[in-house]
Each structure stands twice: as structure tokens, then as C-alpha cells.
């Protein structure tokens, strides 16, 4: 039986609605956003997210940017779009579906420049609908050809939460979990809580409790020995950016859980829908990093655990390098070996 989803973000009735993933798993509340500005906000405080998530609000965040633009000529109408989509490019720095998002909506606007301006926003409107009903099928096809690589009573490590909700649907990383579950397979799932915000702990055990797939959750500083112990055959993890060469910006935390699954020769899988492949960004070294406030750590959920003015670094993700990759999972196949030959073919047609 298929699994039952909780669409993340939506647009209905001009309303972008997006689930408020800071109250899970205490609270399930959707916010109905109406301006840009509480789009942005949203994405910069995390209540939505995940890399193509964030690329499906932005999608539709610019569409309540440009309610209002001009519709004299293209040329008026196109100055206020492109303030807008700038606007919200500031909202994170890290995860390319934002920018991929704004550029597919960018492309659009162009494509449809000599319709009237009243014409071109519908259009926009059904290329922001477009993104999000693809990424659902994406995701599907991610989880089919990472289940190849997966077997019936395995133990998976996961990091962060590249789930349903990081989503349209099915996830990336929990994507073949949920496909697994259909089947009658049962593979154990050890969610890292992945500090500071906790999305494995709030997230991912969340989806996957609701779903009945066996979950058991570990601290960071645990996944180790649970490798050690033998209970983990494979680490399946989602992803922010693709460098060109194969490096993976994801979680913070990822790398250290990349380097430990080197040292138990276990396989560390990506799974990168082509949003998040960015072939202009040469390698590792180019992705930017976000760091966010200290409060994250030394108060996160409101209570204070380090004293006032301690230094603090707070760095969202890390970058894991080509060489500890064993296989890049894709919509369109899995990738591995010499990626930035590999990598460039899946977008030749
Ligand atoms: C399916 S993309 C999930 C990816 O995004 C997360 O970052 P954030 O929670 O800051 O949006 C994390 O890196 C996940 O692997």
C-alpha cells in the first residue's frame, strides 16, 4: 500500500501554504503565506525547507512578489519581477534549487515576453505548479533506482531529513524507504539527530513512524558505533548542491558521517535530483556555505546551554568530497566513478 503524504508546500486560491516544519513533531500547522516577504522569512527560518522544497516555495513566493508588478509592458513588468526573484535569491545562499527555481521562473517570463502581462503571470503560475508537480515525480524516480542498491533487512544510516517533506512528496534519501515499506521489505533506519536544528530527530523519525518503517534515533556522536557494531550496510543521504566534480554540500555533519563510513567500508550514497546539480559550480571549494545565528546552538529551542557570549561557529552544511561518494542517485540513473565526466551526460538530453 502506498504510503500517505503531507504535501509540504502548496499554492491554492493565490496562497502559498506551506507546513510549518519548526513546530514538528509537536505541532502539524500549516501557515498560509500571502506576501513575499513571509516567503523569504520562511525559508530563512527553516519552516520550509529542504533543497527542492525551498526551490517549490521560492517558485511560488515570487508569484505573490509580482501580484501587484505593472502590466503596461513586458519591459515595466520584468523590472519588478527581477527585484523580486533578487529578493528572495537573499534568503539562503546554499541550496541551488533556490537559484534554479528562480531561474527556471526567470526563463518562463522571458519565453512568454510578447503576451500580455495578465497572460504571463498565469503562465508563471502554472511553471510554478510544473516545478513542484516534476520534483514529486523526480523524487519517485529516485526512489526506484536507489531501491536497486538497497535489501530487504538492511541497516541505512541517515543524516538530517531528505524526506517527504524536504519535498513535493516521497523525499530524496527516504525516497527507497518508503518504496521498501510498499514492498514488505524491512530495513532498519538509524536517524542521526543531526545539531543544531535537529531535523532527524524533529523529521525524519517523524515521517517515518507515521509511515511504520523502523526507525531508531542516535545522537551525531553515535554514528560511530552503531557502524562499528555492524548494524549499518549502507549511509543514504540527501543533498543542497552538486559541485561539478561530484563534491555534495549537505547537513553539517555530513562529511564526518562520509569519513566514518570510509572507515567501515560502508557505502555513502547521494541522492541529488538534477535541481540540485550545479555544473557551473566547479567543485566543493566554490559552494557557499551559510552560517546562521549562534543562538541555534548555545539556546536552541529556547533553552540557553552555553553562556552568554561564548564564540561560536555555526556553519548549516559541510561539503563532502567526490572521493567518499560511492554513487550520486538520480532521477534519470545512478552515477558513479569519475563524476565530472558522469555528471555532465545526465543533462545531455
Ligand atoms: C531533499 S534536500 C534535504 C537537504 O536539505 C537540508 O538542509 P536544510 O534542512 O537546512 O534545508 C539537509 O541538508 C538535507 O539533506
Known amino acids: 500500500m502506498e504510503t500517505a503524504f503531507l504535501q509540504s508546500v502548496f499554492f491554492q486560491n493565490g496562497i502559498l501554504k506551506i507546513l510549518d516544519q519548526t513546530k514538528i513533531?509537536?505541532?502539524?500547522?500549516?501557515l498560509e503565506?500571502?506576501?513575499?516577504?513571509?516567503?523569504?522569512?520562511?525559508?530563512?527560518?527553516?519552516?520550509?525547507?529542504?533543497?527542492?522544497?525551498?526551490?517549490?516555495?521560492?517558485?511560488?513566493?515570487?508569484?505573490?512578489?509580482?501580484?501587484?508588478?505593472?502590466?503596461?509592458?513586458?519591459?515595466?513588468?520584468?523590472?519588478?519581477?527581477?527585484?523580486?526573484?533578487?529578493?528572495?535569491?537573499?534568503?539562503?545562499?546554499?541550496?541551488?534549487?533556490?537559484?534554479?527555481?528562480?531561474?527556471?521562473?526567470?526563463?518562463?517570463?522571458?519565453?512568454?515576453?510578447?503576451?500580455?502581462?495578465?497572460?504571463?503571470?498565469?503562465?508563471?503560475?502554472?511553471?510554478a505548479h510544473l516545478i513542484r508537480q516534476e520534483d514529486e515525480e523526480v523524487c519517485r524516480s529516485i526512489g526506484t533506482h536507489a531501491l536497486s542498491l538497497l535489501k530487504d533487512g538492511m541497516g541505512i544510516l541517515t543524516h538530517c531529513n531528505a524526506g517527504g517533506i524536504a519535498t513535493a512528496k516521497y523525499g530524496t534519501a527516504l525516497a527507497p524507504l518508503y518504496l521498501a515499506k510498499e514492498k514488505?521489505?524491512?530495513?532498519?533506519?538509524?536517524?542521526?539527530?543531526?545539531?543544531?536544528?535537529?531535523?532527524?530527530?524533529?523529521?525524519?523519525?517523524?515521517?517515518?513512524?507515521?509511515?511504520?518503517?523502523?526507525?531508531?534515533?542516535?545522537?551525531?556522536?553515535?554514528?560511530?558505533m552503531v557502524m562499528k557494531k555492524g548494524w549499518i550496510q549502507a549511509v543514504i543521504v540527501g543533498c543542497d548542491r552538486v559541485a561539478a566534480n561530484g563534491d555534495v554540500a549537505n547537513k553539517i555533519g555530513t562529511y564526518g558521517v562520509a569519513l566514518l563510513a570510509k572507515a567501515h567500508n560502508i557505502p555513502f550514497y547521494v541522492a541529488a535530483p538534477l535541481s540540485t546539480i550545479d555544473l557551473d559550480t566547479k567543485s566543493g571549494d566554490d559552494i557557499p556555505i551559510e552560517e546562521r545565528d549562534a543562538s541555534e546552538i548555545t539556546e536552541g529551542f529556547g533553552k540557553r546551554t552555553a553562556p552568554e557570549g561564548v564564540k561560536v561557529f555555526n556553519p548549516a552544511f559541510d561539503v563532502t568530497p567526490h572521493e567518499l561518494v560511492t554513487a550520486i542517485i538520480t532521477e534519470k540513473g545512478i552515477i558513479k566513478g569519475n563524476y565530472q565526466v558522469e555528471l555532465p551526460k545526465l543533462f545531455q538530453g
Request: charge should be negative; aromatic fraction near 10%; avoid cysteine.
Open 184 to 224: 514488505g521489505w524491512n530495513i532498519k533506519v538509524f536517524a542521526d539527530e543531526t545539531r543544531p536544528l535537529l531535523q532527524g530527530a524533529r523529521l525524519t523519525t517523524w515521517e517515518l513512524m507515521q509511515a511504520g518503517i523502523d526507525v531508531t534515533l542516535i545522537t551525531d556522536s553515535m554514528a560511530a
Open 25 to 30: 513533531p509537536n505541532v502539524t500547522e500549516f
Open 33 to 127: 503565506i500571502t506576501t513575499i516577504e513571509d516567503a523569504w522569512d520562511a525559508i530563512k527560518q527553516l519552516k520550509v525547507r529542504g533543497a527542492p522544497a525551498i526551490g517549490i516555495a521560492a517558485a511560488y513566493g515570487l508569484l505573490l512578489g509580482i501580484k501587484n508588478a505593472p502590466e503596461n509592458s513586458f519591459d515595466d513588468f520584468y523590472i519588478e519581477f527581477k527585484k523580486q526573484a533578487d529578493y528572495l535569491a537573499t534568503s539562503r545562499p546554499t541550496a541551488v534549487n533556490l537559484f534554479w527555481a528562480l531561474k527556471r521562473m526567470d526563463e518562463r517570463a522571458k519565453k512568454e515576453k510578447n503576451q500580455p502581462v495578465a497572460k504571463i503571470k498565469e503562465a508563471l503560475e502554472e511553471e
